[in-house]
């Protein structure tokens, strides 16, 4: 069964830093694209970066960019996410999501990754 469980969330401080995991299980890594979602409070889950099963990285948030960081380890079957000066803005769920092909989309949606965790909340406040 195909499983992929979040963790490393919590509460920072503005311009601290986090790193989240994404422990996938039931599944080969590599074959899959991961992708990171972040959905804030009353607004709708929308995509940050993607991993590619070769390890090419695709950032989509502009507001992220040079902030946020995805990698992955095959060998544990883990996608982490990076977070450097984090904002309040930056408060959400973050999901980490499985599609079962090679490559990254150019816009990732919510329904082109049919495998989800269970998310994990960051708060960014002083």
């Known amino acids: 069964q195909l499983q992929l469980v979040e963790s490393g969330g919590g509460l920072v401080q503005p311009g601290g830093s986090l790193r989240l995991s994404c422990t996938a299980s039931g599944f080969t890594l590599n074959d899959y694209a991961i992708t990171w979602f972040q959905q804030a409070p009353g607004k709708e889950r929308e995509g940050v970066s993607c991993i590619s099963g070769g390890g090419v990285v695709t950032n989509y948030a502009d507001a992220v960019k040079g902030r946020f960081t995805v990698s992955r380890d095959n060998a544990k079957n883990m996608v982490y996410l990076t977070r450097d000066s984090l904002k309040p803005e930056d408060t959400a769920v973050y999901y980490c999501?499985?599609?079962?092909?090679?490559?990254?989309?150019?816009?990732?949606?919510?329904?082109?990754?049919?495998?989800w965790g269970q998310g994990t909340h960051v708060t960014v406040s002083s």
């Open positions: 999501a499985a599609a079962n092909r090679r490559w990254c989309p150019p816009v990732p949606t919510v329904t082109e990754f049919p495998f």
